[in-house]
């Protein structure tokens, strides 16, 4: 027995109201349950409201523990950043970066003023408006597959502020700015593959 659009959308705003905020996951979620309660409903003959309402009374705690697990911290995301980051044009791109700042000694071209500390701060704000901007005004909605990237550019956002110099006057290595620009170069071509990627199934989502 099918479930209509309608009791398919109560059980979507019945997840929503319960703390799965993205629509990917709630998406995924909706089919299982709406699978197993057509069988319920089948089996037992029962109604909808029914067999929504004894089917969450025995698998919620379930549901919803899973949902917290997927979206509390992404190791998934990280795995798949450094599996792109040893991809061949990958590795070459951080060759080249590393031989361009042991030759150019790119400290001379900036002050205490505005520091190469301050360049990644204002690259990394960046990025981060943009993903904001992305999901709130373009998306309107919130998906795990979009989200789960920014764990990563909070590793890259901390990171720099450990390993460069907090004072103007001293330089950075090139060593340093080898790996922070490799990965954050390296991030922003992830992140729009992810990108790629969502588009392609994201009218699957609700």
């Known amino acids: 027995m099918k479930l ?24 995924e979620m909706v ?32 549901i919803l523990k899973n949902n917290k697990k997927r979206w509390s911290f992404s190791w998934e995301a990280i795995c798949q950043f450094l599996l792109f980051l040893v991809k061949p044009y990958m590795v070459i791109f951080g060759v080249l970066l590393f031989f361009f700042f042991k030759n150019v000694n790119v400290n001379l071209y900036f002050s205490e003023d505005f520091t190469l500390k301050n360049l990644f701060f204002v690259l990394v704000l960046t990025a981060i408006l943009f993903q904001s901007g992305y999901i709130h005004f373009y998306l309107k909605k919130r998906f795990y597959t979009v ?3 920014a764990v990563i550019l909070a590793i890259i956002y901390y990171g720099h502020l ?5 004072f103007g006057t001293e330089q950075v290595s090139y060593w340093t700015l080898t790996v922070f620009s490799f990965l954050f170069f390296g991030y922003v071509v992830f992140f729009i593959q992810e990108l790629i990627k969502f588009h392609k199934h994201r009218f699957n989502y609700i």
């Open 4 to 27: 209509s659009k309608e009791e398919i959308k109560f059980i979507d705003t019945y997840l929503e109201s319960n703390e799965v905020i993205y629509s990917d996951i709630r998406q």
């Open 31 to 62: 089919d299982h349950i709406a699978s197993a309660v057509e069988e319920k409903m089948e089996l037992e003959r029962e109604d909808f409201y029914h067999a929504f309402k004894s089917y969450m009374l025995v698998h919620k705690k379930d």
């Open 147 to 149: 989200e789960k990237t």
């Open 162 to 166: 450990f390993f460069f110099p907090v």
